[in-house]
C-alpha cells in the first residue's frame, strides 16, 4: 500500500492510501470519497501530464509519498466514458464481491469506494450511529474517533440510568488528552433501551458497555433492528456472533449475513452456559451483533495472522501480559494498589486470551446448517499470564510462539511476515485502517509504551525484540492501544469494513 499526496490550488492537501495497481479511475473516487468532490470533476496532472483514468499508478510510476496536482473540472468525453466503466463494475459486484471478472481485491475495493462515496459526497447522507456506554473510558475514546468520522454521525449517547438526562457534558469525566468535541457534549444522554432512541434514526450502535449491563441492552437494540458493534465480553463467544478483530480476521464479519436469516437452527450450547450465550440471535433485515475481542487478545492475533498465514498452523503460544489502567475503565484500579506496583492478577483475562485467540485464528463456514458458524483454530493452545502495571495507556506483552511446521521458519523470515503483512481492512483502505497494520522495531529495547503507544495514530501494532527461543521457536514483545485499537478503534473499523462490504 502506498499514500499520494493530491494538492490543490488553494493549497489543500489530500492524503490517499491506495494500491500500486489501482487505477488513476480509482484513486480519483478515494479523493471524491474524502472531499466531497464529484470523482468525474477531479483532474490529477503532473506537470504536463494529465493523468488518464484507465491507467494504474504504478504504469505512471506514481510511487509512495508523491504528490500530484489536482484540479476540478468538467468532465470530458474520456471521463464519462470511465465513469461507465466503473459503472459496469459496481454492476458486477453485485452481492459477492470475490465472484467478479475484474477480480476479488480490485472489486472489492471498488464496492467500498463507492459505498464512501455516497457517504462522503452527501454530508447528510452519513450514517447516524450512537454509543452505548458512552460515558467511560471506552465511551470516550469511541467520542473521539467519531467527531471527524466521514461516514458515521453521532447523534445519541446512552449510559446507566446515573448519567440519563443529563447533558453528555456534564455526565462524563472527559479523561482523554483532546478537547471533548463540542457536538457530542451537547448531547442528551439517554438511558441504554431501544425504545428511546427511535427519534434518532440510529441505525449503528457501538457499545462500550460494562458487561454487567451489555447483554440484555446490545440484544435488544440488535432486535429493534440496529447493526451492534460491541466492546463487551458477553457475546464474544457465542456460535453466531463474529468475533472480529479488523486487522486479523475481517472474513468473519460474513456470519453477520446469516444472523438475519432464520433458515439456520440457534446452536446448542452446552450447560452449564452463561445465558447470553445460549441467546437466539435471529435478527430483523439491517440488524447485526459483532464483537470485538479483549484488548490484550486484539494485539496478540494481529502478531499471529501473518504467521499463521506465512507458516501454517501454531501449535503452541505462551503470553504474558502488563497492561495498561486505563484497561480497567475509570475510576478503575486505585492509585494506593498501582502507584510503584504490579499486580498479577486481572479477573477473568487468562481465560478470555486462552479462548477468543483460537475463535478469531480460525476459519468461518457460512454454510453450516446448524450449530457454530466458527471452527477455532486447529491444534492451537494458549497459556496466559496477566499482569497489571502502573501505564496509563497500551498494553505490552511478551510472546513465546511454537509453529506445527518442522523445521519452524528463520527469524529473518518471521520478522519479513510481520513486517510485510497487509490486512484486509488495509486493501479495502478502510477510514481507520493504519499504513501498517504491524511494524517491526529494531531497536533494542523498544516498544514502550510511552514511546510507541500511538503508532499509527493507535491503530498498529508495534513488534520488537524478535529473536530465537531455547523453548519455543520465537519470542518477541508487543504493543498495542488497549483502547483504540484494543477497544473502540476495533469497533468502528469493524462497521467501516461490514459497511464497504455491503454488509450493513
Ligand atoms: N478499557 C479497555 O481497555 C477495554 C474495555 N473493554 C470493554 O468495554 C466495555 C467498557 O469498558 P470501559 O469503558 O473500560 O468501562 P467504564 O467502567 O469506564 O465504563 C462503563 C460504561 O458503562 C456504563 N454503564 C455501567 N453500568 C450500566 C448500566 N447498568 N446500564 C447502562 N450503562 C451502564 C457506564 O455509564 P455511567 O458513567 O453512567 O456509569 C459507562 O458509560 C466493558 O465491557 C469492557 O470490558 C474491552 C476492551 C478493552
Ligand atoms: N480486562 C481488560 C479490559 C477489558 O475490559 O476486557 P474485557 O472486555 O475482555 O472484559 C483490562 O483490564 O485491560
Redesign the pocket.
Known sequence: MIEVICNDRLGKKVRVKCNPDDTIGVLKLLVAAQTGTKAEKIVLKKWYTIYKDHITLEDYEIHDGMSLEMWVNVPDAEMQRERGNLADARVAIGGDAGDTSCGGNQAARLARIIANMSSAQAPHARIRVGV?????????RFIQLLAAHPQFELVAV???????GKRYGD??TWRLDTPMPAAAAALP?R??DPAGWADAGVRVVF????????GP?ELAFARAGAAVFS???NYRMHPRVPLVVPLANADHLAAIALQRSAAVAPAVVADPAPIDLAADITLPPGAALVA????ST?GLVVALRPLVDAFGPLSRVAVVTMQ?V?????P?VPSLDILGNVVPFISGEEEKLEEEAAKILGGVDVGVAAGSLFTPAPALRVSASCNRVAVIDG?TESVFVEFARRPPPSIDEIKHALGSYVSEAQRLGVHSAPAQAIVVTETKDRPQPRLDVNTGAGFSVVVGRVRPCNLFDVKFTLLSH??VL??AGSSIMNAEIALAKGLL
Open positions: 452505548l456506554g458512552a460515558t467511560g473510558m471506552v465511551g470516550q446512552g449510559a446507566s440510568e446515573r448519567s440519563a455526565a462524563a444522554v438511558a441504554c457499545s462500550a458497555l460494562d458487561a454487567a449491563a451489555a441492552a466492546n463487551a465480553k470485538n475481542a479483549n484488548c486484539t495498561a486505563s484497561g480497567a475503565g475509570y478503575g498494553h488497549n483502547t484494543g477497544a
